[in-house]
Nanobody, 122 residues
């Protein structure tokens, strides 16, 4: 089992930036894919981005391409989501998750963090 702890959420004005962190620990997490998902108020959880720990391959949903960047720090066992040019529609609870394969489906990720709230004001 992989343990994940998110941090870095908060309130920001439109056009601003935030960096979310996901600290990972546990069994063999370096073989995993780490993804970021978000759940806007009253909506279903949706894919944002993922990164393969080995090799560093990344994938993004279209709405965040060019604004968000997912990266990892091997020494700190941490995955980051740098979010720039934030928009009010980015407001959501953000979750990191770990799983054995890259996927846009939340069901493919068995391990989840507790979430961190991001609010973007207009």
């Amino acid at each position: 089992q992989v343990q994940l702890v998110e941090s870095g959420g908060g309130l920001v004005q439109a056009g601003g930036s935030l960096r979310l962190s996901c600290a990972a620990s546990g069994r063999a997490f370096t073989y995993y894919v780490v993804g970021w998902f978000r759940q806007p108020p009253g909506k279903e959880r949706e894919f944002v981005a993922y990164i393969r720990w080995r090799g560093g391959y990344t994938d993004y949903t279209d709405s965040v391409k060019g604004r968000f960047t997912i990266s990892r720090d091997n020494a700190k066992n941490t995955v980051y989501l740098q979010m720039n040019n934030l928009k009010p529609e980015d407001t959501a609870d953000y979750y990191c998750a770990a799983g054995p394969t890259g996927s846009w489906s939340p069901g493919s990720f068995p391990s989840w963090g507790q979430g961190t709230q991001v609010t973007v004001s207009s």
